[in-house]
């Protein structure tokens, strides 16, 4: 056998892989129509949600799904949320759906191969491939940081779709293409927020009434307490929870609930409802010195 000849071998068969891939995850990759337009969506379970992007719905309240088949079906809006950009869907009929393979996106790796999968016209199932760039990456504006960021090209369409591994497993959801890169929610988030909304019909958020930005803290200060980065407060709002609660201009949060927050996405995840109206402990420094306040969140 030439050496070409094994080259090519080897490519086949990885062609022959990926598109079996595809083929395996595509029953659970559905369109999700809107009055403002088309999206993916995934089947998430048996009992019949699809999970998409909240944008994907807009403020639309008739929602159809298109089973890759080409079946159309009514869904009902279980809930969203517009922050994270997740929605949960329910359709009738949800024992002959089949739910997509979930992995995990806690162990995703710079370079690591993924594909994209969307559903845009209904009956055909689109893919795209590249690799993962940031598997924690960030953006400015509404995300922040803890995105799966590829160099995967996601054509209109594709927002809603499920990222895989080179197993098929789903290890992000596709919201957006930006500068020239793809972003994806990681699973372990998708995960999080379609239980609750599926448990609750929506996702309650606390609410502290802060501007604030990340900032790495003093080498000494970070060797006391055990981690690197807080958040400082740039604003404090009016008549919010951290103006009762003294939190003033130039503090440097780490600490909410006895939650470390070294990034947005700690605070964010403190930020569960749980603590809605409950007094809890805001770890703040002051000239490094760290200084425990009381504050009570109001829901966002």
Known sequence: ?????????????????????????????VQVSSGRGVGTGVVWDKEGH????????????????????????????????????????????????????RGNSEG?????????????????????????TNPK?????????DLVITDVKLNRGYSGGPLLDASGRMVGMNTAYFANRGVAIPIGVVTTIAKEISSNGSLKRAYLGIVSNPLTLPEEVA???????????????????????GVAVGDII???DSKKTESYNDL????????????????????????????????A
């Open 1 to 29: 056998m030439s050496k070409v000849t094994e080259q090519a071998g080897i490519l086949q068969s990885f062609s022959d892989a990926i598109a079996q891939v595809v083929k395996t995850a595509s029953p659970s990759v």
């Open 137 to 145: 990456g960030r953006l400015g504006g509404q995300w922040t940081d």
């Open 223 to 245: 060797k006391e307490l055990g981690q690197t980065e807080g958040l400082i407060v740039l604003s404090v709002e009016p008549g919010t929870p951290a103006k009762k609660a």
């Open 254 to 256: 780490v600490a909410l």
């Open 268 to 299: 964010f995840r403190a930020l569960a409802g749980g603590i809605i109206g409950k007094a809890t402990k805001l770890t703040v420094l002051r000239g490094e010195k760290a200084t425990e306040l009381s504050i009570v969140p109001s829901e």
């Open 108 to 132: 995703l790796a710079t370079g690591q191969f993924v594909l994209a999968l969307a559903n845009p016209f209904g009956d055909t199932v689109a893919a795209a491939s590249g690799i993962i």
């Open 50 to 101: 699809v999970v998409t992007n909240s944008h994907v719905l807009g403020r639309s309240n008739k929602i159809e799904v298109t089973l890759s088949g080409g079946e159309t079906m009514e869904a009902a809006i279980v809930g969203q949320d517009r922050y994270s950009d997740i929605a949960v869907l329910k359709v009738e009929g949800g024992n002959s759906l089949q739910p997509i393979s």
